[in-house]
């Protein structure tokens, strides 16, 4: 199976030139599945809820699905990709999951990031698992991956292959994937933006880029520059996902211990 990770830096709020940008590199992309950053139509750092409502689409019936849902169709390829969903009155920063047959499933982000808080509201999905035939695919949004829990519960749920649509401006994310990898016994494809956003008299945002993919051994297979654009494609054994041992005699799920672990499900705050 081929998979791969787009990284580029959108013009914000230009979502056609993004999108189109978007297709374009698709066309000239061999893979099974590729994964697009987090809001990669519009851009980040909104500086109003009415902006975002403005930008946000509706999901599957939106212009960003349908032609992600064309090329995707055109080209026999699943996509994984973020963008601001307009349900009504309220609104998510979400990432569709669409193939050759049209709009699949939708993941809306748990843990918000910043300010975010002002804009969306928080994800209501829980952590979703798609069975796209070759793979399962788990999908989280950039900030879930400081909550390992979310990662964990994919990987619980049968995902084979983390899909993580990022904008990332934190330290650390790169290294933490590669160990959610390691941990659960899954591959991780980390999209990323490149470039900055500093708009209405804001803090710059610079994002981080590197995108990569891990093996499900916790070993590196690909990994971009912190500037790069494009998209970059492994080819992998996803069987591989599914054999979770670690020794002979230690398996990373049968060997977890449950009656233990009761903290993480309780409140939010230490006693
Ligand atoms: C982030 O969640 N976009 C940092």
Same mark, same amino acid.
């Given at each position: 199976?081929?998979?791969?990770?787009?990284?580029?830096?959108?013009?914000?709020?230009?979502?056609?030139?993004?999108?189109?940008?978007?297709?374009?590199?698709?066309? *000239?992309?061999?893979?099974?599945?590729?994964?697009?950053?987090?809001?990669?139509?519009?851009?980040?750092?909104?500086?109003?809820?009415?902006?975002?409502?403005?930008?946000?689409?509706?999901?599957?019936?939106?212009?960003?699905?349908?032609?992600?849902?064309?090329?995707?169709?055109?080209?026999?390829?699943?996509?994984?990709?973020?963008?601001?969903?307009?349900?009504?009155?309220?609104?998510?920063?979400?990432?569709?999951?669409?193939?050759?047959?049209?709009?699949?499933?939708?993941?809306?982000?748990?843990? @918000?990031?910043?300010?975010?808080?002002?804009?969306?509201?928080?994800?209501?999905?829980?952590?979703?698992?798609?069975?796209? *035939? !070759?793979?399962?695919?788990?999908?989280?949004?950039?900030?879930?991956?400081?909550?390992?829990?979310?990662?964990?519960?994919?990987?619980?749920?049968?995902?084979? !292959?983390?899909?993580?649509?990022?904008?990332?401006?934190?330290?650390?994310?790169?290294?933490?994937?590669?160990?959610?990898?390691?941990?659960?016994?899954?591959?991780?494809?980390?999209?990323?933006?490149? %470039?900055?956003?500093?708009?209405?008299?804001?803090?710059?945002?610079?994002?981080? *880029?590197?995108?990569? !993919?891990?093996?499900?051994?916790?070993?590196?297979?690909?990994?971009?520059?912190?500037? %790069?654009?494009?998209?970059?494609?492994?080819?992998?054994?996803?069987?591989?996902?599914?054999?979770?041992?670690?020794?002979?005699?230690?398996?990373?799920?049968?060997?977890?211990?449950?009656?233990?672990?009761?903290?993480?499900?309780?409140?939010? @705050?230490?006693?």
């Amino acid at each position: 199976m081929k998979i791969g990770a787009y990284q580029g830096n959108p013009e914000f709020g230009l979502v056609e030139k993004n999108v189109r940008q978007a297709v374009t590199e698709l066309e *000239g992309a061999d893979a099974d599945l590729v994964v697009m950053p987090e809001l990669f139509n519009t851009g980040y750092q909104f500086v109003s809820k009415e902006e975002a409502f403005g930008l946000a689409e509706e999901m599957p019936y939106g212009d960003t699905c349908r032609s992600m849902m064309e090329i995707a169709r055109s080209k026999k390829m699943h996509l994984v990709f973020g963008m601001a969903e307009r349900d009504g009155a309220r609104l998510f920063n979400s990432a569709a999951v669409v193939g050759p047959e049209g709009f699949i499933g939708r993941y809306r982000k748990s843990h @918000l990031f910043y300010e975010e808080k002002y804009f969306f509201d928080p994800g209501d999905t829980g952590f979703m698992v798609f069975d796209i *035939g !070759i793979a399962r695919l788990g999908v989280m949004i950039c900030f879930d991956w400081w909550f390992p829990e979310a990662a964990r519960s994919l990987a619980l749920s049968g995902a084979d !292959i983390i899909c993580h649509p990022a904008n990332l401006v934190l330290y650390g994310c790169h290294k933490a994937m590669i160990t959610r990898s390691l941990e659960n016994g899954v591959f991780s494809i980390t999209a990323n933006r490149t %470039g900055s956003e500093a708009r209405g008299g804001k803090e710059p945002l610079v994002f981080t *880029g590197e995108s990569q !993919i891990v093996d499900n051994r916790g070993s590196l297979l690909a990994s971009m520059n912190r500037d %790069g654009a494009g998209i970059v494609v492994v080819d992998i054994d996803v069987k591989r996902a599914r054999d979770k041992s670690i020794t002979t005699l230690n398996d990373r799920f049968k060997d977890r211990r449950p009656d233990l672990y009761g903290e993480i499900t309780k409140s939010n @705050l230490p006693a």
